[in-house]
């Protein structure tokens, strides 16, 4: 109901944005509509996110801690193993991309959601592959482990390149993280050896 509400606030607001202004105050109230109308929409973006986030259900496995912080989330048509496609809310993590199935509650009980999400796949970011985006199929986006393949195709092409950039800039950034740790070990041991010889001797002539 909240945000039913907002929405005909925000609609409202749209309204008053597209009418004629003429003078100068007039042009100020309608900035300050127009103010309103972002953070009501704003709001609305964050809020909708957070309902999906909280009517995901993870597998015992998976803990929230280990998933990492939520980068993003969007429905998309979803095709594992190249088979047929199903709709699908996909859940972008730090740590993980979760494939999540739309549900309806059976009999949810007051102030309890209607809707659930419940995990169909889980991929590591760890052990995934993205397959570059190419601009001759803008609107997919493909990524990959050694056992599976998902295809997601999104309603739009900046929807897919987006994801593909954000995926493609998490496993970069794996990357660096890895190449800092060894580099890292290999600083320490060779601190260990010296260490471990001790001083130079030297013998008298």
């Known amino acids: 109901k909240t945000h039913k509400g907002l929405r005909k606030v925000a609609c409202i607001g749209s309204s008053g944005i597209n009418a004629e202004y003429g003078g100068s105050e007039e042009f100020e109230d309608l900035e300050e509509v127009s103010d309103a109308q972002t953070m009501i929409t704003n709001f609305l973006h964050t809020s909708n996110n957070l309902c999906h986030l909280q009517a995901l259900q993870l597998p015992d496995n998976v803990s929230e801690e280990a998933t990492g912080?939520?980068?993003?989330?969007?429905?998309?048509?979803?095709?594992?193993?190249?088979?047929?496609?199903?709709?699908?809310?996909?859940?972008?993590?730090?740590?993980?991309?979760?494939?999540?199935?739309?549900?309806?509650?059976?009999?949810?009980?007051?102030?309890?959601?209607?809707?659930?999400?419940?995990?169909?796949?889980?991929?590591?970011?760890?052990e995934i592959g993205l397959t570059p985006y190419d601009p001759e199929e803008p609107n997919k986006c493909h990524i990959w482990t050694q056992q599976?393949?998902?295809?997601?195709?999104?309603?739009?092409?900046?929807?897919?390149?987006?994801?593909?950039?954000?995926?493609?800039?998490?496993?970069?950034?794996?990357?660096?993280?890895?190449?800092?740790?060894?580099?890292?070990?290999?600083?320490?041991?060779?601190?260990?050896?010296?260490?471990?010889?001790?001083?130079?001797?030297?013998?008298?002539?």
């Not at 980068?71 to 859940?91: E, I, M, Y």
């Not at 995926?167 to 320490?188: A, C, P, T, V």
């Open 69 to 126: 912080e939520l980068l993003k989330q969007a429905d998309f048509q979803v095709s594992v193993d190249g088979k047929h496609k199903r709709v699908r809310r996909v859940f972008l993590f730090e740590n993980m991309v979760i494939f999540a199935k739309g549900q309806e509650a059976d009999q949810p009980s007051e102030g309890e959601e209607d809707l659930k999400y419940r995990t169909k796949h889980v991929v590591g970011m760890h």
């Open 148 to 205: 599976s393949s998902f295809t997601m195709f999104s309603v739009s092409h900046a929807v897919a390149e987006a994801w593909s950039k954000d995926i493609s800039n998490i496993l970069w950034g794996q990357l660096k993280q890895i190449k800092r740790d060894r580099d890292m070990s290999r600083i320490k041991k060779s601190r260990g050896a010296v260490r471990s010889r001790g001083a130079p001797r030297f013998r008298r002539a």
